[in-house]
């Protein structure tokens, strides 16, 4: 578009030129004055364009650089958050000679650092020189609810190392995480408990605010026993059954991720109607419930695997039994969710799994032995694919 704009001003700034011209050989009904007028009108207005064509080539240049430049923002998050600044400043402004006492820190270097927050807008610099923390830089702290603190340490840690592995995987195929660290996502925070802490709390803080849109979307009534599969701490069956009273739950997931969920599903009162089960869902999933939801579960996957999860759903569950996934749809054209396209990318880079179009879902399902039903778009921007088992494929 800056192209054409400065081509097609520069054209019609010479085609004034040349009318001039032409007007000035040749006999004419226009005086000299409107002749020169209008040349000037035209030839001004194709400067015009020309001067915006190479303003939005600019425009163009420096959003590329913003991009480019984007790694400084999240190192600059990352040190922030594992020094503990945003709280630190919570109280108010302190210099960095303060701040650099208190941490044992290198008074110069974090002097530096504090002037990059500043630079990045997490930070202000007060007149007498102490820092204090802008209305962005207070999402880093720990004591706030929806702190980004957790997510700025991964992005540090885990994602920043992944994505730069990118052109392994665009060239072999293969994991970037597990070509950057030398071992998954999942081993990786299993060696670093506080990583997969942070990413259990994301997870739940995510549920928690896209529940009340699944609860108004979907009817969990009909449902005796629900299993959240791969359901983290709980947050999500914890919710349908403070909702549905009668109901009881079973929660499934990785021994270490539901060792910590017994004290949120007694602060959730369920946890008497909640049974915890540790293992890995691509060996078992239990039987006895009559409906398995699987939110954000299937995108971490590839097919080989989602189809090996979904199979030992589709065992576990009775002939009338239900499968609920809860995934965000990929769409088929990128200007209509660019956070979904993005998130594709994530999982690319980060576990080998992918986002996927309604139809992919559906014929993923089918693959496994379900027949898909509805598709529920909610306000959340999560959608319910809902499916039921295909009773000829149970053998």
């Known amino acids: ?6 081509v097609g001003g520069l054209g019609l700034s010479l085609g004034a030129g040349l009318w001039l011209l032409a007007q000035l050989l040749t006999p004419r009904s226009l005086s000299g004055a409107e002749v020169a007028a209008i040349a000037v009108l035209l030839g001004l207005g194709g400067l015009a364009l020309f001067w915006l064509g190479g303003k939005r080539d600019g425009r163009g240049r420096r959003t590329a650089l913003t991009l480019l430049n984007g790694y400084r923002g ?5 040190v922030a958050t594992k020094l503990g600044l945003a709280d630190l400043l919570a109280s108010g402004p302190r210099s960095s000679a303060e701040l650099a006492q208190t941490l044992g820190a ?12 500043v630079a990045v807008g997490l930070c202000f610099e007060a007149p007498d020189g102490r820092f ?3 209305s962005a830089g207070r999402w880093l702290r720990t004591d706030i609810p929806g702190t980004l603190r957790d997510q700025a340490l991964l992005a540090g840690e885990e994602y920043v190392g992944a994505w730069g592995s990118l052109l392994h995987t665009v060239l072999t195929g293969e994991t970037a995480f597990d070509h950057a660290f030398g071992m998954s996502q999942w081993e990786h925070r299993r060696q670093h408990p506080e990583l997969g802490e942070g990413f259990g709390v994301g997870l739940a803080r995510g549920t928690t605010e896209a ?3 699944i609860l108004a979307a979907y009817d969990f009534a009909p449902f005796a026993t629900i299993a959240d599969v791969g359901g983290g701490h709980g947050a999500l069956v914890a919710a349908i059954l403070r909702a549905h009273p009668a109901a009881r739950g079973i929660l499934v997931d990785q021994p270490d991720v539901v060792a910590a969920a017994q004290p949120d599903l007694e602060a959730a009162g369920v946890a008497a109607r909640c049974e915890v089960v540790g293992g890995s869902f691509f060996e078992h999933v239990p039987e006895g419930a009559d409906l398995c939801i699987l939110k954000s579960v299937i ?3 590839d097919d080989e695997r989602s189809l090996a999860l979904l199979r030992n759903c589709h065992r576990a569950l009775p002939a009338d039994g239900t499968l609920l996934l809860i995934e965000r749809i990929m769409p088929v054209r990128v200007d209509r969710d660019p956070h979904a396209v993005l998130l594709d990318v994530h999982m690319l880079a980060l576990t080998g799994g992918r986002e996927r179009t309604e139809e992919e879902y559906r014929a993923l399902l089918t693959a496994a032995g379900f027949t898909p039903r509805r598709v529920i778009l909610t306000t959340s921007g999560f959608s319910l694919i809902e499916a039921r088992p295909v009773e000829l494929s149970r053998a």
């Open 211 to 213: 529940v009340d849109a």
């Open 1 to 6: 578009m800056a192209r054409l704009l400065r």
């Open 74 to 78: 999240t190192a600059l998050l990352c």
């Open 132 to 134: 204090g923390l802008t």
């Open 106 to 117: 290198h008074a110069p270097s974090l002097h530096r650092i504090l002037r990059g927050l």
């Open 299 to 301: 995108h971490d996957w």
